[in-house]
């Protein structure tokens, strides 16, 4: 069974601009959540969509938003990018049902300039 | 507001044992445990519910205090493999996957 998988592995963009960042769920699955991780900050939920709708949502700005397709799969938005949103951002998925094991991707590494 | 883990970092040699803590300040629905090793993605090791469930990995043990909102996991007779960073998440309610994740301990096992 294929894992996660998230698109590009590396980013690097300028403060203002926006980005698009992609998550492929492990078949099957429903759930998709997005974490930011930094060493600073640590490991921080920023949303989960299931069923195409968002389900819960963490403490970050308006700028960060997601989406989640008919096929499960994902996409999260961070727009007018700041230098603090320098982090790897990790998608995990879960399958049907609440409080189950989370299975993370790799991560995309968007570094801000 | 994120849990607590205890130690920040622990130095083993091989076959030692480790215990690595969690807290919480709230009421708990479930603890997850994750190990995440340099540059790869969390790896799931445990899942402990409120109620006794439990599922993960056969040669890991974790226990779940749901009176005092704290979880302990438990590594025994420690391999190389084990040394990365060990992440506690926490979830206070039951609708959804929504993880509030602890500080990390980072664990090594030298030979």
């Known amino acids: 069974k294929a894992g996660v998988t998230q698109t590009p592995r590396y980013l690097i963009k300028t403060r203002g601009q926006q980005v698009t960042l992609s998550c492929s769920p492990i078949s099957g699955h429903r759930s998709v959540s997005w974490y930011q991780q930094t060493p600073g900050q640590g490991l921080q939920f920023l949303f989960e969509y299931f069923s195409e709708t968002q389900r819960n949502k963490g403490n970050f700005p308006g700028r960060f938003s997601g989406r989640q397709f008919s096929n499960s799969r994902s996409e999260m938005n961070v727009s007018t990018l700041e230098l603090g949103d320098s982090a790897l951002y990790l998608c995990a998925s879960s399958s049907l049902g609440d409080n189950t094991e989370a299975f993370f991707g790799q991560g995309t590494r968007l570094t801000v300039v | 507001q994120q849990p607590v883990q205890s130690p920040q970092a622990v130095i083993l040699r091989e076959g030692e044992d480790a215990v690595i803590n969690c807290s919480s300040s709230?009421?708990?629905?479930?603890v997850h445990w994750y190990r995440q090793k340099h540059g790869e993605a969390p790896v799931f090791l445990m899942i402990?519910?409120?109620?006794?469930e439990q599922k993960g990995h056969e040669k890991i043990s974790a226990s779940f205090n749901e009176k005092k909102q704290q979880s302990s996991l438990y590594l025994t007779a420690s391999q190389l493999s084990y040394s990365g960073t060990y992440f506690c998440?926490?979830?206070?309610?039951?609708?959804?996957?929504?993880?509030?994740f602890g500080g990390g301990t980072r664990l090594m096992v030298k030979p």
């Open positions: 402990l519910l409120k109620g006794g």
């Open positions: 998440g926490t979830e206070t309610g039951t609708a959804g996957n929504m993880l509030t």
């Open positions: 709230k009421a708990l629905y479930s």
